[in-house]
């Protein structure tokens, strides 16, 4: 009776701790955009890192962790390449599909040329270490320390691009930036408890019901994590900001992969056995290839969503499966 208890416990805390991500997350990315905007990033760093980086909080947070408790590296690593699948295959599927079913004919979105290369330069970092650690073996702290090193050193690449404001603007606004700033940090601070209790409550629930932490690290937890993609990507295409979403989700994917998995690296004391992730690590690098490939031919409409939703379910269905068996 105690466990059946504390499981229903832990499953509103679960819940919980979810709806306070979400919004914590969206008080986050909101005031952040703003204090970029008044500060003068540019749109590549609001887009590709700085809205990328405010969505990909939970992931990071729930990874950090995770990997604490060298027993829970498998919630952070699942988190990590499932968070991916959810970003491409299930969130992008969405907004493609949404897009398209409000226009007759495909989408072809406007993306100016160097923001197209940061994306194809994401696709393809996001596909490429999955498979390298995979060939290695397993991940270490020194391997964690290159993926850091890889996100800082392409971060300062990109920061260079500034847009320069009209002053009369940027002095107006300016009076509220402390406030954006404050909000910022208070939105970050509600995504760091929610998470703490995501961790705790998805790996009770894993230990209760006997799924393995992979599996519930790759879809119940990488799916919480990734509302705040889901929000942002949906709003931003249902305001026909198509690229924005795009920026949004395949730079989460790229923090994911070098920061977030080079996070949990460097803060596991232990190797990790990457033979385990197989199964994840193919489903993230073909659903990386499928997207590459559409966005190479300018496809983004209803069709193209339904094949990303497919390769979604088809995940699901197949980590289920594996769980069964």
Same mark, same amino acid.
């Given at each position: ?21 979400? /919004? ?8 952040? $955009? ?25 992931? @990071?947070?729930?990874?950090?962790? *995770? ?7 498998? +919630? ?7 968070? !991916?699948?959810?970003?491409?295959? @299930?969130? @992008?599927?969405?907004? &493609? ?15 100016? /040329?160097?923001? %197209? ?11 490429? +270490?999955?498979?390298?650690? #995979?060939? +290695? ?12 090193? =890889?996100? $800082?050193?392409? @971060? ?40 703490? &209790?995501?961790?705790?409550? =998805? ?19 990488? &799916? ?14 249902? /305001?026909?900001?198509? !690229? ?29 056995? %990457? ?8 489903? *993230?690098? %073909? ?11 300018? /496809? ?12 979604? &379910? #088809?995940?699901? =269905? ?8």
């Amino acid at each position: 009776m105690r466990t059946v208890y504390e499981w229903l416990i832990n499953l509103l805390i679960l819940l919980a701790s979810l709806a306070v991500l979400s /919004k914590s997350s969206e008080l986050t990315i909101t005031n952040s $955009v703003r204090v970029a905007d008044i500060t003068g990033l540019g749109k590549t760093i609001v887009g590709f890192i700085l809205v990328a980086f405010s969505t990909s909080l939970p992931e @990071l947070l729930v990874s950090i962790f *995770s990997a604490i408790h060298p027993e829970s590296i498998g +919630v952070a690593i699942g988190n990590v390449l499932g968070s !991916n699948i959810v970003d491409i295959c @299930l969130i @992008l599927g969405i907004c &493609f599909s949404f897009f398209a079913s409000r226009r007759t004919q495909k989408i072809v979105p406007i993306v100016a /040329k160097e923001e %197209m290369g940061s994306l194809y330069f994401g696709l393809f970092i996001a596909s490429m +270490v999955p498979l390298a650690l #995979l060939y +290695v073996g397993y991940g270490s702290q020194l391997i964690g320390a290159v993926l850091i090193t =890889a996100f $800082v050193a392409y @971060l300062l690449q990109i920061s260079k691009t500034r847009n320069i404001r009209e002053e009369e603007c940027v002095s107006q606004e300016r009076l509220n930036l402390r406030k954006y700033v404050f909000m910022t940090f208070i939105g970050a601070a509600g995504v760091v408890v929610s998470s703490y &209790f995501i961790v705790n409550s =998805a790996s009770f629930i894993a230990e209760n019901i006997g799924v393995p932490r992979v599996v519930i690290g790759a879809t119940v937890v990488a &799916f919480g994590t990734s509302i705040p993609e889901l929000a942002t990507s949906i709003e931003a295409t249902r /305001k026909n900001h198509l !690229n924005v979403a795009l920026g949004n989700i395949v730079g989460s994917c790229f923090i994911n992969i070098t920061l977030i998995l080079g996070v949990t690296l460097v803060a596991s004391p232990l190797n990790v056995n %990457m033979t385990a992730f197989a199964n994840l690590a193919m489903f *993230s690098l %073909m659903s990386n290839l499928l997207l590459w490939y559409f966005l190479s031919n300018e /496809k983004t409409g209803r069709k193209e969503g339904a094949v990303l939703l497919f390769m979604y &379910f #088809l995940f699901l =269905a197949i980590s289920l499966g594996t769980y069964r068996a």
